[in-house]
């Protein structure tokens, strides 16, 4: 009888459900049966390469992974700055810094001709010597380039990749911007755009350059395949940038954990945000894809970057027409790719113009769903700009979901200790050095 009872006992104890009562959270199992399938929405792990999308001319090697990682914050090759004296002193991550979710920290990057850095990026000046059409910086407020993997076409526009939704886009390569001509050489999109990236970024590399920076064995490591005499360029460092790139997922965050099971990890307001994200608000229609960004372009009728004070952009912008600025069609015009949502909260502002201080004002800005940018003609405009009546307690919900659900905490396992030259970065100019505390 004895053990009978200890074994009831232990049955009820051990039992899943043991410490609720009324089995498992109702709210965790409506957020499954919205979600659907919970597995889409699972991100690798960065090892987990077999997972990742990947160029078949570029499969993911760790050798590569570990290169790209420091040339993405490595000063050393920044050799091609306008100025003599600015030289050696920015990276990909003066406009991707990790700290902020790999966006700036402030509205509108600034690399070449930038000074200063702030704790985060935030405090990013342009450099009194430059005239501000000399400056590296963009009409568009910079994309992020975690869980990029999962970007067919990069860019707010698309325009790169030969592939995807650039399948018979092909007459219009390299037209309003002369870098999407590299499609034609039908690398992966990353591939392709990082080349170009490198020289719009100022920065180069030769077998000298590489040598005398220290690098050779790692190019050497991680090319063993490409002949000598092509193994030191502008196309092996992006090919070794570009599966860095892939291997930055946010498989961390609380969303991420609840997918897989930890039900503990978001807060039941998050999960209160999920649901409308999934359901109600319709957020998915367009974020579908696993970064919860995907392919499809819309006009939501939000402000430009000139309008909110970015440097060497104006009214004229082709960035400012989206979609259609690449493809030159009528139909296109004023549509933006859909972006991923993590590590959101890290750095606002928001959209491709920086219009939106918070990610509370975005999402009230969908549930008045009236255009600000009166410029985009009616009809170009998405029927889903319009109002999407959520109480004040929805859109607090939906706000803590992008901002916390959404947030990988450990973002910094991404970022290397020290690069080869020592160099300070993101930035090594002096104020950026004294910002940092480095000597
Ligand atoms: C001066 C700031 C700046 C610097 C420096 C910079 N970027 Fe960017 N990056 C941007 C902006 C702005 C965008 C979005 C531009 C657009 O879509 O019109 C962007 C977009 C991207 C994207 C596309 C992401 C997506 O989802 O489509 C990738 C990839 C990227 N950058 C990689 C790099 C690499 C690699 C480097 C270094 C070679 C670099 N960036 C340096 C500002 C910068
Ligand atoms: C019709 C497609 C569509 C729907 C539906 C949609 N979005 Fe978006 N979302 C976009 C596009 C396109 C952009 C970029 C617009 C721009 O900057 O011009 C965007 C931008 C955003 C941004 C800013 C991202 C950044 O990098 O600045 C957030 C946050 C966001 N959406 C969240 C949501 C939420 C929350 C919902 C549901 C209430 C939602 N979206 C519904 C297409 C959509």
Redesign the pocket.
């Given at each position: 009888m004895k053990t009978i009872r200890l074994a009831l006992w232990l049955l009820v104890v051990l039992s899943p459900w043991a410490c609720s009562h009324e089995g498992p959270d109702p709210l965790d199992q409506q957020l499954l049966q919205t979600i659907g399938n919970p597995d889409h929405y699972i991100l690798p792990e960065s090892h987990e390469f077999d997972k990742i999308p990947q160029s078949p001319h570029n499969p993911l090697t760790r050798e590569k992974i570990a290169l790209g990682n420091l040339l993405f914050f490595e000063p050393v090759f920044a050799n091609e700055a306008k100025n003599f004296n600015n030289r050696f002193t920015f990276t990909c991550s003066s406009c991707h810094v990790p700290e902020s979710g790999f966006?700036p920290g402030r509205m509108q990057g600034i690399a070449d001709g930038g000074y200063g850095f702030g704790l985060h990026g935030e405090k990013r000046i342009k450099h009194p010597v430059y005239p501000s059409d000399s400056i590296d910086a963009q009409g568009a407020?910079p994309?992020?380039t975690l869980n990029v993997a999962f970007v067919e076409n990069t860019m707010?526009n698309g325009s790169f990749g030969s592939e995807g939704k650039n399948t018979g886009t092909e007459a219009v390569w390299g037209k309003t911007d002369p870098g999407t001509a590299r499609n034609h050489e039908r690398l992966g999109a990353l591939e392709g755009q990082n080349i170009e990236g490198l020289i719009v970024h100022r920065m180069n590399f030769t077998r000298q350059i590489v040598e005398d920076a220290g690098y050779k064995e790692m190019f050497d490591k991680a090319f063993p395949d490409i002949p000598e005499s092509e193994r030191y360029s502008r196309k092996t460092a992006s090919f070794a940038i570009s599966a860095y790139l892939r291997s930055l997922t946010t498989s961390q965050a609380p969303f991420q954990r609840w997918l897989r099971g930890d039900h503990a990890a978001m807060t039941d307001q998050e999960k209160e945000g999920a649901k409308?994200?999934f359901g109600k608000?319709?957020?998915?229609?367009?974020?579908f894809e696993k970064n919860l960004?995907?392919m499809?372009?819309?006009?939501?009728?939000?402000d430009d970057l000139f309008e909110h004070g970015g440097l060497k952009t104006s009214i004229n912008d082709a960035r400012n027409r989206?979609r259609g600025g690449f493809t030159l069609q009528q139909e296109d015009l004023?549509?933006?790719?859909?972006?991923?949502?993590y590590n959101?909260g890290d750095s606002?502002?928001?959209?491709?113009?920086?219009s939106?201080q918070t990610?509370k004002e975005?999402?009230e800005y969908?549930?008045k769903g009236v255009p600000e940018n009166t410029r985009v003609p009616k009809e170009q405009l998405?029927?889903?700009?319009s109002p999407?009546n959520?109480s004040p307690q929805e859109v607090d919900a939906?706000t803590a979901?992008?901002s916390n659900g959404l947030r990988d905490p450990n973002l910094l396992r991404y970022k290397p200790q020290r690069v080869l030259s020592g160099m300070c970065f993101p930035n090594n100019d002096p104020l950026s050095k004294s910002d940092m505390g480095c000597f």
């Open positions: 966006r407020r994309l992020a707010w409308l994200f608000a319709s957020c998915v229609s367009c974020h960004g995907s499809t372009f819309a006009a939501l009728g939000v989206g004023y549509k933006f790719r859909t972006p991923q949502l959101l606002g502002p928001y959209f491709h113009g920086g939106k990610l975005v999402v969908f549930n998405h029927p889903f700009l999407l959520l939906l979901f992008l």
